[in-house]
């Protein structure tokens, strides 16, 4: 979901927006996955640095770490938790600009599609999962998966998670 289309924001102004970093791959567990691929190089999350410095986005990498070191640890909640979400829709997974990057990776490039649910990645929510069930101390972690063809920002006004979240709490 290309949520800067929608409210008409400027890419450029999207890049500063730190809080979309929270949604980019944990380096630690994505580690050499291709994300971006260009002629001349491969771009896995071990390379946010050149990435940032390519794209032309002033710190940026500093702005990334900063962001990261709230979510890279993967810190269970510590509580009893049920983790809901959906997949079946189309997910970006990585990029592949068939031109040279010039002036910041600054045109359109081909997106390879992933499962998830639109926003986020199947892959990325795997790692998060099976961290979480194996570092929960002791806690119950279960997943329910809704499987509706619905975007992330319309998974909490669907009808099937209200269902579910009102069982959950009766």
């Known amino acids: 979901e290309k949520i800067w289309w929608?409210?008409?924001?400027?890419p450029l102004v999207v890049?500063?927006?730190?809080?979309?970093?929270?949604?980019?791959?944990?380096?630690h567990l994505w580690q050499d996955f291709t994300m971006i691929q260009t002629a001349q190089n491969n771009y896995s999350a071990l390379d946010y640095k050149t990435i940032f410095e390519k794209a032309n986005i002033e710190d940026g990498h500093e702005r990334f770490r900063s962001i990261n070191n709230l979510t890279a640890n993967l810190?269970?909640?510590?509580?009893?938790?049920?983790?809901?979400?959906?997949?079946?829709?189309?997910?970006?997974?990585?990029?592949?600009?068939?031109?040279?990057?010039?002036?910041?990776?600054?045109?359109?490039?081909?997106t390879i599609y992933g499962e998830g649910d639109g926003t986020v990645n199947?892959?990325?929510?795997?790692?998060?999962?099976?961290?979480?069930?194996?570092?929960n101390n002791g806690y119950v972690f279960s997943e329910i998966v809704l499987n509706e063809d619905m975007a992330h920002s319309q998974i909490i006004h669907s009808e099937a998670y209200i269902k579910v979240v009102i069982k959950l709490l009766t």
Not at 6 to 10: D, H, I, S
Not at 99 to 108: E, H, I, L, V
Not at 122 to 135: T, V
Request: positive net charge; contains cysteine.
């Open 6 to 10: 929608r409210l008409r924001v400027p």
């Open 15 to 27: 890049q500063s927006w730190e809080s979309l970093m929270a949604f980019l791959p944990v380096p």
């Open 122 to 135: 199947l892959k990325c929510l795997r790692d998060y999962i099976s961290h979480w069930k194996q570092n």
């Open 75 to 110: 810190i269970p909640p510590g509580v009893d938790t049920t983790h809901i979400y959906n997949t079946g829709v189309d997910t970006p997974e990585s990029f592949v600009y068939s031109k040279p990057p010039r002036k910041g990776f600054n045109y359109t490039p081909k």
